[in-house]
Nanobody, 114 residues
Framework: QVQLVESGGGLVQPGGSRRLSCAAS????????IQWYRQAPGKQREWVAD????????TYADSVKGRFTLSKDNDVNTNYLQMTSLRYEDSAVYYC???????WGQGTQVTVSA
């Protein structure tokens, strides 16, 4: 069993920054890929970024490229989504997920508002 716990959401002003965390625990296999998704009210869940835990390679959706950075701390099985230059349209519930698995976190709300 694997548990993913996101944290770090909250209210942030446009142009501001926020760092989300995803702590993983349980029997994770080696070489897994962490994904972040987000879902705004009335919209479909949208893929944001991937991180390959084995080598740290990342990929990003065009909508966040250059503004968001995904990183990891293997010592504590935690990955971090650093979000900068936040826009109103970044408001959503953010989820972490292990690719090709049924493991999802509970989500953390990010609201970008003046």
């Amino acid at each position: 069993q694997v548990q993913l716990v996101e944290s770090g959401g909250g209210l942030v002003q446009p142009g501001g920054s926020r760092r989300l965390s995803c702590a993983a625990s349980g029997q994770l296999y080696s070489g897994y890929i962490i994904q972040w998704y987000r879902q705004a009210p009335g919209k479909q869940r949208e893929w944001v970024a991937d991180l390959a835990v084995s080598d740290g390679r990342t990929t990003y959706a065009d909508s966040v490229k250059g503004r968001f950075t995904l990183s990891k701390d293997n010592d504590v099985n935690t990955n971090y989504l650093q979000m900068t230059s936040l826009r109103y349209e970044d408001s959503a519930v953010y989820y972490c997920h292990v690719k090709d698995s049924g493991w999802w976190g509970q989500g953390t709300q990010v609201t970008v508002s003046a």
